[in-house]
């Protein structure tokens, strides 16, 4: 079955930890985005890539790193410079430059301990 | 920043009447869609609309567009306890990939 496949489901960082969130899709999607989801707020753009080797930022990228060396994997790291990184956290593809819809995955939620 | 603002935030229903949410924008756009969210899960696409047709449906979803006031309707009919979930409108701008979300509405189905 084709879909996006995000990890893990529930991570804990600690107070000035790197964490590193998965993304991987099996659509032959050319483009990935990467939202954050706070309570009440929807969802927010932290980063996106059309391509391979090259991505964008979004509204809300400061603290957040990511890197697009293979086209079905978008890996998103949260660094200590993130300094409220609690969030629900959801990555998805859509098909090329128009967007006819997005493909979700299923989450990852973000906790600091 | 938010494009979409919908209203109401939230709405609780009996089963078997109809839901209706509102969407509203900023800026002229290419199309908008709109996505269902289970709790704590990821956001399924239910429907998208160019900004050149006025209605579209889809079995029991039905949307309206109205780019002259920027606000789009989503109109469930015989709502169903599943549909219990977030929904929320997204705009796609100019020629750029990326969607921009509203804040959602929140729809209870009870029986």
Excluded at chain 1, 33 to 55: C, E, K
Excluded at chain 2, 39 to 46: A, E, I, T
Excluded at chain 2, 56 to 68: P, Y
Aim: hydrophobic share 30%; aromatic share 10%.
């Amino acid at each position: 079955d084709g879909g996006i496949t995000q990890s893990p489901k529930y991570l804990f960082r600690k107070e000035g930890q790197n964490v590193t969130l998965s993304c991987e899709q099996n659509l032959n999607h050319d483009a990935m985005y990467w939202y954050r989801q706070d309570p009440g707020q929807g969802l927010r753009l932290i980063y996106y890539s059309q391509i391979v080797n090259d991505f964008q930022k979004g509204d809300i990228a400061e603290g957040y790193s990511v890197s697009r060396e293979k086209k079905e994997s978008f890996p998103l790291t949260v660094t200590s410079a993130q300094k409220n990184p609690t969030a629900f956290y959801l990555c998805a593809s859509s098909i090329g430059k128009v967007n006819y819809g997005y493909t979700f995955g299923s989450g990852t939620r973000l906790t600091v301990v | 920043s938010q494009q979409g603002e919908e209203d109401p935030q939230a709405l609780s229903i009996q089963e078997g009447e109809n839901a209706t949410m509102n969407c509203s924008y900023k800026t002229s756009i290419n199309n908008l869609q709109w996505y269902r969210q289970n709790s704590g899960r990821g956001l399924v696409h239910l429907i998208l609309i160019r900004s050149n047709e006025r209605e579209k449906h889809s079995g029991r979803l039905r949307v309206t567009l109205d780019t002259s006031k920027k606000s789009s309707s989503l109109l469930i009919t015989a709502s169903r306890a599943a549909d219990t979930a977030s929904y929320f409108c997204a705009t796609v701008t100019g020629t750029a990939s990326k969607l921009t979300f509203g804040t959602g509405t929140r729809l209870q189905v009870t029986l």
